[in-house]
């Protein structure tokens, strides 16, 4: 039996760096619109999936870089972001037997950002949101999933998700 986990991450803001300035990072959550469905004769009601609900991302900052902010701040220039981390493998025979890069690809614009909140001796955190409209996972060298919410791409595992419909509208 394998236990797998993820402890840490570093951040990438349009190439650049970003070690030690962000104490969090939250990657976007993929939520299905779903339409509901029911009719005469029917026993209930089906759910079925329409698109891609919005994308965000948010990273939280733990001091004023402004080096960073000016490559995020600007609301109509998208800015590349990307997170990187280790998955551990652990057994009881060996510990940790097997580490594997995971790797999230953002591209996206700032939508919310704080200029600052300051109390007696406390650091100052900045949270940034982030607008997301193209996502790749890469675990391992292997494509997890890739969103491309303009170009209408949705691959898990390298493979279309939605082929036909691609197709049928001529994309």
């Known amino acids: 039996m394998q236990v797998k986990q993820v402890t840490n991450a570093n ?3 349009g190439g650049n760096n ?5 104490s969090e990072c939250k990657l976007p959550e993929i939520v299905m619109k779903m339409n509901e469905r029911k009719g005469l004769g029917m026993i209930g009601t089906l ?3 329409g698109g891609i609900d919005k994308l965000s991302a948010e990273i939280k900052w733990n001091a004023f870089y402004r080096d960073t902010f000016l490559q ?5 220039k998208a800015v590349a972001l990307q997170v990187r981390s280790s998955v551990e493998s652990w057994n009881a025979v060996e510990g940790v ?3 594997q890069s995971l790797v999230t690809f953002l591209t ?5 950002f704080p200029l600052g ?3 007696p001796q406390d650091a100052s955190e900045y949270p940034t949101e982030f607008a997301v409209m193209y996502l790749k996972q890469v675990c391992g060298g ?3 999933i890739e969103i491309d919410l303009i170009n209408n791409i949705f691959k898990i595992a390298g493979q279309d998700v939605k082929p036909e419909f691609r197709n049928n509208m001529g994309l």
């Open 72 to 76: 995020y701040a600007n609301p109509y």
């Open 108 to 112: 996206g614009t700032c939508k919310k």
């Open 142 to 144: 292997v494509d997890v």
């Open 11 to 13: 951040v990438y803001v």
């Open 47 to 49: 759910e079925l999936p």
């Open 97 to 99: 037997f097997e580490e």
């Open 117 to 119: 909140e300051h109390k």
């Open 18 to 22: 970003c070690v030690g300035q962000a």
